[in-house]
């Protein structure tokens, strides 16, 4: 032992007799920044070349098999130096810190035969492309617990542009995986990344709980196919912060599985927490709740949000057969740039499993507050369509100020089976959410928020 870790454990040891630190919190108190391990491999002691063009899959599973004996001493971080790290999927493992330098970019190989098939997610019974099973991730999380992957700003790049040509060209045999998945996870902690070009999904974590993401760019190319960039589903206690998303699809979507699926899966998406993102969608929305929400969806709260460039801003899809919720949605602070349609609720979005679904599950769509939004160009302010016989209600609408596009296209809101309360909204909104009869106290607020606070 060196004199200064000698030190440094004698400090501790004093520290923790004298009750400054209490056991248990020791080792938290040590770790500095957070993800630090007491033991480290690296990359390369596995064999792994950085050249871009040495396949490393085999390096990066036995790296982390490697680090899983020291589960039970802390954990381990795998860390990856600069260089351009080929790899096909690999699975982590719980206490690990994966930690990519600066200059580090871990690459998705463009052959198919490297990302194994896997059975569906049993939420949505089938892939996202095409029935039956689908492709494993690219760095994937399965039953973990304690899991952080960051860097100095390295990169994860899935070479997506393949997997969105042999789409196009129907030569999938399997839908496409995901750049980052974790399920049945815990603990999960993402920061100080860039994720490029996914396959299909940038960020998937799926029947998850405490899940933090922190300064992470999520970039896909504009002519990506369907790309989306983080999508919580059905997870608990997930929180989006400080970060950049741009994708063809949607940025950030809130998902808890499909039709009689997602039903009898019976797992919410709730308690996420969204802040100080911005989003761009060329060809979806930027922010999006379902439609896959079968499994419900509430207890969002999005604020500082920064939206532009945008097919549509912000939009709530279900259907019918969908069965489940979104409900109690709190999003405030929003500014809206350039922006075709800028809130979205679409109760027709008819794409299901399998022609079995059940029209009888009905979803609820209630308790939605949108407040303190600002919007430049906007070509149509909102579409609110319910479903006829089952309305969306409580939906509030709160000091928002829409400028809209000086097109002959434009136009504000249209509105039918809906029915809310609006105040300080320009342009005026449509009828239905004026009822006289309505009151602010139909709006949700968050309970640190009173019910007439959002008026
Ligand atoms: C992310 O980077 C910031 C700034 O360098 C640092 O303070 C923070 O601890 C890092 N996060 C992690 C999880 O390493
Ligand atoms: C990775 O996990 C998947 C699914 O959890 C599993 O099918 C696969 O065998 C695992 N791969 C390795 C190398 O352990
Ligand atoms: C999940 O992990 C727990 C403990 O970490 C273990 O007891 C359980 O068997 C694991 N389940 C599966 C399906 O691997
Ligand atoms: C965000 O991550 C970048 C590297 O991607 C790092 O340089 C920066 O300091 C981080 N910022 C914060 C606030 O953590
Ligand atoms: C689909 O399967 C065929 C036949 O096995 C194979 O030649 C082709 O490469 C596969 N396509 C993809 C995209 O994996
Ligand atoms: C308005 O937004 C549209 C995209 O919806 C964009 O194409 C156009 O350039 C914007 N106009 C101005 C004046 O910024
Ligand atoms: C959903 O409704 C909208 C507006 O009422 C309509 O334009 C669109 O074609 C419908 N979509 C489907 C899939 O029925
Ligand atoms: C809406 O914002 C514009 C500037 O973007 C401002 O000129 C206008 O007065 C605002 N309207 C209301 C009703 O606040
Ligand atoms: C119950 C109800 O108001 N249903 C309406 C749903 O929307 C359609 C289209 O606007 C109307 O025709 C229904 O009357």
Redesign the pocket.
């Known amino acids: 032992m060196t004199m200064a870790s000698f030190q440094v454990v004698l400090a501790l040891v004093l520290a923790a007799a004298l009750g400054f630190v209490r056991g248990d919190e020791l080792r938290l108190r040590v770790q500095e920044p957070p993800g630090s391990r007491p033991h480290s491999v690296t990359i390369t002691e596995f064999g792994a070349v950085g050249d871009g063009e040495t396949l490393n899959t085999v390096s990066f599973q036995n790296a982390v098999f490697y680090v899983r004996s020291f589960a039970d001493k802390g954990g381990a971080q795998l860390y990856v130096p600069k260089g351009r790290w080929l790899t096909g999927s690999f699975n982590l493992t719980s206490h690990i810190t994966l930690f990519l330098e600066e200059g580090a970019v871990i690459i998705g190989t463009k052959d198919s035969s490297q990302w194994p098939i896997v059975e569906p997610l049993p939420s949505y019974g089938q892939g996202l492309d095409l029935p039956g099973p689908r492709h494993l991730s690219l760095i994937n999380g399965y039953n973990l617990t304690d899991v952080v992957i960051t860097g100095n700003g390295g990169v994860i790049d899935g070479q997506g542009s393949i997997w969105w040509d042999w789409l196009r060209s129907h030569e999938l045999n399997h839908s496409r995986p995901h750049l980052l998945e974790f399920l049945h996870s815990t603990e999960i902690v993402v920061s100080n990344l860039t994720f490029l070009n996914s396959p299909a999904w940038s960020i998937h974590p799926v029947y998850c709980s405490n899940v933090k993401l922190h300064n992470v760019t999520v970039h896909t190319s504009p002519d990506a196919l369907l790309t989306d960039g983080i999508v919580p589903d059905s997870c608990s206690n997930v929180c989006i912060e400080d970060s950049t998303i741009s994708v063809s699809h949607e940025a950030i979507s809130l998902k808890s599985g499909w039709d009689k699926y997602g039903i009898s899966f019976g797992k919410a998406t709730s308690d996420v927490r969204i802040s100080r993102v911005d989003l761009q969608s060329s060809s979806g929305a930027a922010l999006a709740f379902g439609s896959e929400m079968s499994g419900g969806i509430s207890d969002i709260h999005a604020d500082h949000v920064h939206i532009h460039d945008s097919y549509k801003g912000i939009s709530f899809k279900t259907s019918l057969g969908r069965g489940g919720y979104i409900k109690e949605v709190v999003i405030s602070d929003v500014q809206m740039d350039d922006v075709h349609v800028g809130i979205e609720f679409k109760g027709n979005c008819s794409t299901h499993p399998d022609s079995h679904f059940d029209p009888f599950e009905l979803p609820v769509i209630r308790h939605i507050t949108l407040k303190n939004m600002v919007a430049t160009n906007i070509s149509v302010a909102g579409v609110f369509s319910g479903i006829?016989?089952d309305?969306f209600t409580s939906l509030c609408l709160s000091n928002l100020n829409f400028s809209m596009a000086d097109s002959a296209t434009s136009s504000s809101w249209s509105c039918?089976?809906v029915s809310g309360y609006s105040d300080t909204v320009f342009p005026k909104p449509c009828s239905e959410l004026r009822n006289p009869s309505s009151s602010p106290t139909i709006c949700f607020a968050l309970s640190s928020y009173s019910a007439l606070a959002v008026a």
């Open positions: 006829d016989s309305p039918s089976n």
